[in-house]
């Protein structure tokens, strides 16, 4: 059996650029933030629930499909250069660990590629700066907060706290295009190689998981370079994959007139799926109104709502943002 120290190492060598992230998200106590509408905003306090909707709804149509294109690029690689170092250097680092094991893996990802593209449901954050306490950020308004605007911002331990077994991972995004994308392939597979003794003392069967999962992670949570301001953070869910549980509610619901399915997830402490600290008066950190005709009456109706959902003055809560912007 395996200890929690060899799952720790094990982290390290498939998801370093994970580890990385977390461990700065941790030492700076960095606060996330989802940008949305007033109407989506007051649903999330009021009904306490996210949605996590099917990738392939989302704002940008190639959500998932952009990071699948890199990895195939990657990992089909032909022929060896300066920067990649390896030819096919992630088909060579894992068959050094068993002859032939890259494809086994390679026929477990693509037994699932489908259920990637048309299967994932998303939640979206953003990392808060803390020059945006009062304003928000001019971007994420333009893109997400139509007329009447609402960031939510939260406390990082629901994204720090996952559990192995929770059906519900957080995973930040990386921007990358083809080539950078290849170089922190590479850096997987110098990894592996490293350390395949080590990874030889992992059950066979279950190693084809772990490494599924970084290869899942990396095609999934990896956008276009044009996106990186954004500083995203997910909440991913892939049911068929993951497993369904009877604590994260499926529905068909209607979002800007397009019905689709989405999975609500209670904002609710739950020892059998390993969510903790989520209940929305131990989450939120503040509420910023994004530009608007109404800022005024829109703060109005937010303590009210606040106060409904167990918030202490709730007024110390919300903040108004004065940047100039028309819808």
Sequence with gaps: ????????????????????????????????????????????IRNKEIWMREASCMNDFMEVEHGLGCLRTA?????????????????????????????????????WQSELKYGTYLSCFSEHKNAEDINGRLSMWRAYGGKN?????????A??????????????????????????????AENIRDEKIFLRGFNKQHLVGYIFNSLKYASICTKHPGFKEELEWRLLYTPKIDGETRHIKKSV???????????????????????????????????????????????????????????REPEEKIYISDIPLRS
Aim: hydrophobic content about 40%; charged content about 25%.
């Design 75 to 111: 990992y089909n690689k032909k022929e060896a250069d300066e920067k990649t170092f390896a030819k096919n250097g992630l088909k060579l680092a894992l068959d050094e660990i068993y002859p032939n094991f890259s494809e086994e893996v390679q026929n477990f990802f693509n037994g």
């Design 159 to 188: 994204f720090l706290s996952a559990e192995d077994n929770s059906p519900i991972a957080a995973s930040p995004v990386e921007y990358l295009n083809d080539e950078n994308f290849s170089l922190r392939l590479n850096k997987i």
């Design 1 to 44: 059996m395996n200890s929690k120290e060899d799952f720790t190492k094990l982290e390290n060598i498939l998801f370093p650029f994970y580890v990385e992230r977390r461990n700065l998200v941790q030492k700076n106590n960095t606060r996330f933030v989802h940008y949305t509408t007033a109407e989506c905003a007051t649903s999330i």
């Design 253 to 311: 619901e209607c979002i800007n007139s397009t019905p689709q399915t989405v999975y609500r997830v209670p904002l609710k402490n739950n020892l059998f799926i390993n969510l903790f600290n989520i209940e929305v008066p131990q989450l939120l950190d503040r509420v910023i109104i994004g530009p608007t005709e109404f800022p005024l009456a829109i703060k109005k109706a937010f303590v009210d709502i606040l106060k409904n959902a167990g918030i």
């Design 149 to 157: 605007g609402v960031a939510i911002v939260i406390k990082n331990h």
